[in-house]
């Protein structure tokens, strides 16, 4: 284990034996465990040339939906299986941020937030309700789609870009370069869920901003690399783009000095957005081990060819 800390160990332990008590659940650093021994880990931010001395070692699980922390550093076993976070309470959390954050934008919270640091009463009438706010949603995988069917639910019209077409009901699918100018052009409310792949790095970036309606907002809950950080604040400086709500950054924990901080029309928070909870994530993992043990196949297992 080396997710949380050591601190969060105990609670990882009752979690996992919970979920199958037959597993053995040792900290990252306890000496007493020999690393020709490991069978399984479960990681976040994985400290280089320590899964290269896991001779046993069956597959590595990522502690978050992400595998960048583990794709990142130079000894990683690309022979074994690297299986991303998952489940049910990953997929339905995602989509509560989803949710929460077109909302907000809708509903211009950050005003309200920020009048409220000043104890200030600062009424205002929103324009538009849902129905008249199209959410584009970069990426359909399990996590897009269940995004965009609960938006669809409060009566946003949701539309998907990907690079293959997807059969969502009430959500139209477009498909990859070709695709993808008119569904920005269509797209009031731009939510990012893409993987981290060489081809997505600095896809937002002033130019694609530009071809979004005036006004239009951003959700990023993807990867921090996917949006050029000072491309969007001048698009925000200009007002062109009216609003983010950002989950993730290039760098993390955010610098102090980093001006998305105190960007009025910024709202961040600290790379949560799919963050299922420990006992949730024992249980996923512990499914994943049994059925690899089983001749079964694993879910989410990262694809070095499609870079994710």
């Known amino acids: 284990m080396k997710s949380g800390g050591e601190k969060a160990l105990p609670e990882w332990q009752s979690c996992f034996k919970a979920a199958d008590p037959r597993l053995d659940v040792r900290s990252w650093t306890d000496p007493a465990v020999r690393a020709e021994d490991v069978r399984y880990v479960l990681v976040w931010e994985p400290d280089a040339g320590r899964l290269s001395q896991m001779s046993g070692l069956k597959a590595v699980f990522s502690a978050g939906a992400g595998v960048d922390h583990v794709t990142a550093v130079a000894d990683w076993p690309r022979h074994l299986p690297l299986v991303r976070m998952g489940g049910d309470e990953t997929v339905q959390r995602m989509g509560e941020y989803i949710v ?66 997807k059969d969502i009901p009430g959500v139209r699918s477009f498909v990859g370069a070709e695709g993808l100018p008119e569904f920005l052009a269509t797209t009031d409310i731009l939510v990012c869920l893409l993987p981290s792949t060489p081809e997505t790095a600095g896809l937002i970036d002033s130019r694609l ?96 060819e499609r870079g994710y």
């Open 100 to 165: 929460w954050s077109c909302l907000s934008l809708l509903r211009e919270t950050r005003h309200f937030a920020l009048a409220q640091a000043e104890s200030r009463w600062a009424h205002k009438m929103t324009p538009a309700s849902a129905p008249r706010r199209r959410v584009g949603i970069m990426g359909l995988g399990n996590l897009g789609a269940a995004a965009a069917t609960m938006l669809r639910a409060l009566n946003f019209p949701v539309q998907g870009w990907a690079r293959s077409p």
């Open 209 to 304: 901003l530009a071809q979004l309606p005036p006004g239009a907002q951003l959700v990023n809950a993807g990867r921090g690399q996917h949006v050029v950080e000072a491309d969007l604040i001048a698009a925000l400086d200009s007002g062109h783009i009216a609003g983010a709500v950002l989950d993730v950054f290039v760098q993390e924990p955010l610098p102090a000095e980093n001006p998305l901080w105190r960007h009025p029309a910024v709202t961040v928070t600290p790379h949560v957005a799919s963050m299922a909870n420990r006992q949730d994530r024992a249980i996923y993992v512990a499914a994943a081990i049994a059925a690899h043990e089983a001749g079964l196949p694993m879910p989410n297992v990262y694809d070095p």
